[in-house]
């Protein structure tokens, strides 16, 4: 039977529980086989001058997953023409992985902007896209074709509050998986130039 993976982008900056209990909902009830948290290099919609480097966050996310059961990273990105466009990505993936089925998983912000991404169409036609509600952004016509929307538990917390919580000098072990925190306060991330 073909495995359905479902493809949760971002730029991880870092990764968090929020990540992982979305990840963890998808593939335990059913929704996807696995998810695979992919690395993006850089998003054409936010500043390059905002994320610390790839293989950072790319070992952040490895130490997320490991022994992580339909959780998974994924690094294709990292060695694709960049910008990088979601539409390639799943594209990509399709023709490396030809027995498996790929789905991209959105929240409902990124849904009211998702016509403004390159092929939207296609990635619904041929993929489909799967959508979890977040606080403020209800999805008002769920009949599309190819869409799917998930109300899964969640937490209001994002990379952006980490970031900023930990540059205020706060103790967010908590808020990390496993041994991110760790990784974090071992490479000096995100505490301004002038403290390090």
């Given at each position: 039977m073909e495995e359905t993976i479902g493809i949760l982008g971002g730029s991880f900056n870092p990764v968090h529980m929020g990540?992982?209990?979305l990840a963890s909902y998808l593939s335990q009830w059913g929704y996807v086989d696995k998810v695979w948290l992919t690395l993006?290099?850089?998003n054409p919609?936010?500043?390059p001058g905002q994320l610390i480097p790839d293989m950072k966050r790319l070992a952040m996310l490895n130490l997320a997953t490991k022994n992580k059961t339909g959780i998974e990273t994924c690094d294709i990105e990292l060695?694709?023409?960049r910008p990088s466009y979601t539409i390639d990505t799943?594209?990509?993936l399709a023709h490396r992985y030809p027995?498996?089925?790929f789905k991209l998983i959105i929240g409902s912000d990124n849904w009211r902007i998702f016509d403004k991404w390159r092929d939207s169409q296609r990635i619904l036609d041929e993929f489909g896209v799967i959508?979890?509600?977040r606080p403020g952004y209800p999805v008002d016509n769920i009949s599309i074709d190819g869409l799917e929307v998930v109300d899964a538990p969640g937490i209001n917390i994002s990379s952006t509050f980490i970031r900023h919580a930990i540059e205020r000098g706060r103790d967010m072990n908590i808020f990390v998986p496993a041994g991110v925190y760790k990784y974090i306060k071992d490479n000096n991330l995100y505490i301004p130039t002038a403290k390090k």
């Open positions: 990540h992982l209990m993006s290099p850089c919609l936010k500043s060695s694709m023409p799943l594209t990509t027995t498996k089925r959508v979890y509600l």
